[in-house]
């Protein structure tokens, strides 16, 4: 979070969980140079109902101008300062297979708030390889990108085997927030934030609802014949 006093206010989980929404959405209106919007419009572009989108923001202490709406620039400035965007955030990307080589060329990571500052890996025959500016450095490296006291988030982009020492070795050096997008559970000492990125497991979930779906299509047609 910010620094400043503003962006530290109690905001749920869950209305943080939807403030990255907000904020594509706003960008979007601002690449179409528009200069405000109506809460129900922003809540229809985010996929929420208005009054969710409303409640959220009221955390922000945003609250909209009657018949004008919220101003854009504003509002995406509150919302970057809410999610601690307001400056670029140094993150460590472990692993450079095909998903973690995707990660480190992505360039939208520069547009919104972080900067890939190094890219590890324990075969050691890939250091010294260039991936578009950076340069691949082994594990015993960490240590020297990672500056004690300042935070930094470190990407797990190994095989499941490898992900639970990857995070040993990241909160040993001082990596307090970790992203997994390896295939298993990790354990991180208390004081380290973790969030996990299974596809997978979305995708399941994916599947059970076109299953639910197709099973209520199946049922209509039934009832149809019937």
């Given at each position: ?12 989980d869950a209305t943080v969980a939807r403030l990255p929404g907000y ?115 082994p594990m015993d490296a960490l240590t020297a990108v990672v500056t ?79």
């Amino acid at each position: 979070m910010s620094v400043d006093q503003a962006a530290k206010r109690d905001i749920p989980d869950a209305t943080v969980a939807r403030l990255p929404g907000y904020l594509r959405a706003l960008g979007q209106l601002t690449a179409q140079d528009v200069l405000s919007v109506s809460s129900e419009e922003l809540a229809h572009s985010a996929g929420v109902s208005s009054a969710k989108l409303r409640k959220d923001l009221s955390h922000l202490g945003s609250y909209g101008v009657r018949g004008v709406g919220y101003d854009v620039a504003h509002l995406t400035y509150q919302i970057s300062r809410a999610l601690g965007l307001t400056h670029d955030w140094p993150v460590v990307i472990v692993g450079m297979g095909n998903l973690g080589r995707a990660l480190a060329s992505y360039g939208g990571f520069a547009t919104k708030g972080f900067k890939v500052v190094a890219l590890l890996d324990r075969d050691r025959a890939l250091a010294g390889e260039r991936l578009d500016e950076l340069t691949i450095q082994p594990m015993d490296a960490l240590t020297a990108v990672v500056t004690p006291g300042e935070a930094c988030i470190g990407v797990i982009a190994t095989p499941a085997a490898s992900a639970q020492d990857v995070a040993d070795l990241l909160s040993a050096a001082g990596v307090t927030s970790i992203l997994n997008f390896a295939a298993t559970a990790i354990q991180v000492p208390e004081g380290v934030h973790m969030r996990k990125v299974d596809l997978s497991t979305e995708l399941q979930i994916l599947a059970f609802h076109e299953q639910q779906r197709s099973g209520a299509v199946s049922d209509d047609l039934l009832e149809e014949i019937g």
